[in-house]
């Protein structure tokens, strides 16, 4: 498996078959897709899983966000989305942001809690989804 930058267009087609394939393909879009770092998973030049990373300043700190992290179901639960985490985490902490958080579905929140990260919010509906936000502060050693 290789990761690799991508373009946001390029990540639209899985975050949409995975995440929300019951809402229109425009749903998948984030308005600052342009502003981020998207990378995708690759096994034999097959796009198997998408993440992406957003860093802003916020109180004086760069803090980064990731989004629309999605793995074809074929592929989930065999370590990609685990390599894809420990990507992003080394790419925010490269980027010199001190936090990375996320909106989590609650169905995932074990997974993110394997990488230090606790919920920051209480519990909130997308749909009929349940989600909260769970966070990590990052450092060079962490």
Known sequence: MTIQPLSPEQTYPLRHAVLWPDKPYA????D?????HHYGAFENEELIA???????????????RFRKFAAHP??????????????ILKEARRMGATRL?????????DFYRRFG???ISDVFYKGPIPYAAYAVELSEHS
Do not use: T
Request: net charge negative; glycine share 8%; with cysteine.
């Open 117 to 119: 990260m606790q919920p």
């Open 101 to 109: 958080w996320c909106d989590a579905r609650l169905d995932a929140a």
């Open 50 to 64: 998408v993440i992406s990373l957003f860093v802003y300043a916020d109180d004086g700190k760069l803090v980064a």
């Open 32 to 36: 600052n897709d342009h502003e981020g």
């Open 27 to 30: 749903f998948v879009r984030v």
């Open 74 to 87: 074929d592929w989930q639960r065999k370590g990609v989305g685990s390599q894809l985490m420990q990507h």
